[in-house]
């Protein structure tokens, strides 16, 4: 089956810093990233949806120049967030969709705590 | 904007016990899907539902998807300690770029 890898699974990192955060399909290739982000006992908000070789499109309110995100790959997609804050702690979560396989595959997570 | 309403957001039964978790919307989608997430972990997938009226099971749990293609319910029988965690219902916007929006979950805690 559809196996999507996230790296990495936990990440603690000081205040001002940047995070990336890398998504990878292992055995198909993702036409279509798709990034989420989960706080606490919340259900999984869409950030950006990106497809390869395009620019990411952000949902509203989601800042893109916070929130970096490179399909630069069928295979690989990166989300950086840049000068991070203690309040963009939270757990990010990853899908890949793929040209053959139309089903959504969720990598395991990272979880981000910003000291 | 489209939106997933999903309930009950908690609930906690006694092993044995029936139980329907519901998805509501005033939107179409292409496909509704149900998902299960453990702590710390990606959601995974328990079914997608395509059709109109389409119903699928997974030994105790019934999936219907309404005529219409707005709801969705999660039905379980003789729920067991091990159906605890959270469900997350997830609907596909229709059109060219597609994308999947969930609703906000079921907390479900089976007692033994």
């Known amino acids: 089956g559809a196996v999507v890898s996230q790296h990495p699974s936990w990440v603690i990192c000081k205040s001002g810093t940047s995070v990336k955060i890398e998504c990878r399909s292992l055995?198909?290739?993702?036409?279509?990233m798709f990034w989420y982000r989960q706080f606490p006992k919340q259900s999984l908000m869409l950030m950006a949806t990106s497809n390869e070789g395009s620019k990411a499109t952000y949902e509203q309110g989601v800042e893109k120049d916070k929130f970096l995100i490179n399909h630069a790959s069928l295979t690989l997609s990166t989300l950086t967030v840049t000068s991070a804050h203690p309040e963009d702690s939270s757990f990010y979560i990853c899908?890949?969709?793929?040209?053959?396989?139309?089903?959504?595959?969720f990598g395991s997570g990272t979880r981000l705590t910003v000291v | 904007t489209q939106l997933l309403e999903q309930s009950p957001q908690f609930l906690s039964i006694q092993e044995g016990e029936n139980l329907t978790v519901y998805c509501n919307s005033s939107?179409?989608?292409?496909?509704l899907q149900w998902y299960r997430q453990e702590p710390g972990e990606g959601p995974v997938l328990l079914v997608t539902?395509?059709?109109?009226?389409e119903v699928k099971k997974l030994k105790r749990l019934t999936f219907q998807f309404g005529d219409a293609r707005k709801d969705s319910s999660l039905h379980i029988t003789a729920a067991q300690p091990g159906d605890t965690g959270l469900y997350l219902c997830a609907g596909e916007t229709p059109g060219g770029y597609n994308k999947l929006i969930f609703g906000a979950g079921t907390r479900l805690a089976v007692h033994p």
């Open positions: 939107s179409v989608f292409s496909s």
């Open positions: 539902v395509v059709t109109g009226g």
């Open positions: 899908s890949a969709r793929g040209q053959v396989n139309y089903g959504y595959t």
């Open positions: 055995d198909f290739q993702a036409t279509t």
